[in-house]
């Protein structure tokens, strides 16, 4: 029920902020700054950023590395990332490789604040969380074989959500 909630209430809190629009508006300013790219600039970079951030390995590696130094995770999810880039690049182009902003920002953020927050990211919620980033991985999936159109990126604040619907189960 939790990862319901918190897939409802986060879809709710991105559509209001339009999380998705603003990540196409950025990847169209950065593309038309590159002279000469190609017109999936935008595209791959919206692809790359939600894919590389939504991940359980996102999360649970970014929290690890907070909670606990520990950055083993963050480094095999570094190692995939790579590939998965590589291979996204050669067909989207560019703007995957922009995408490194803000996976930097969201699991540098995503480290320091686990580091605040400690008392509050018991294992049960750590696991809400990745239900939750595991979720919003299949939607995007569909988004990508375009099987369903997904805004994928409307959904984020789900993934925060646990931390605060568990609070009031306590």
Not at 17 to 22: A, L
Request: proline fraction near 2%; hydrophobic fraction near 55%; aromatic fraction near 6%.
């Amino acid at each position: 029920m939790i990862v319901i909630a918190s897939l409802l209430l986060g879809t709710l809190i991105g559509e209001i902020i339009d999380i998705e629009k603003r990540l196409e508006s950025l990847g169209n300013s950065l593309q038309s700054k590159v002279k000469g790219v190609g017109g999936s600039f935008s595209e791959g970079f919206v692809t790359a950023s939600l894919l590389f951030c939504v991940g359980s390995m996102a999360i649970m590696g970014s929290l690890q590395s907070g909670l606990s130094a520990n950055h083993e995770v963050l480094y095999a999810k570094a190692v995939m990332d790579l590939v998965a880039a590589l291979i996204f690049a050669a067909a989207m182009g560019l703007g995957v490789a922009m995408s490194a902003v803000p996976v930097l920002i969201y699991e540098g953020s995503l480290s320091l604040l686990a580091s605040v927050a400690s008392p509050y990211l018991s294992n049960a919620v750590v696991d809400e969380m990745t239900a939750v980033g595991g979720v919003l991985l299949m939607g995007l999936a569909l988004s990508i074989l375009e099987i369903k159109k997904i805004r994928v990126g409307n959904m984020i604040p789900g993934i925060f959500l646990p931390i605060i619907i568990m609070l009031f189960m306590k």
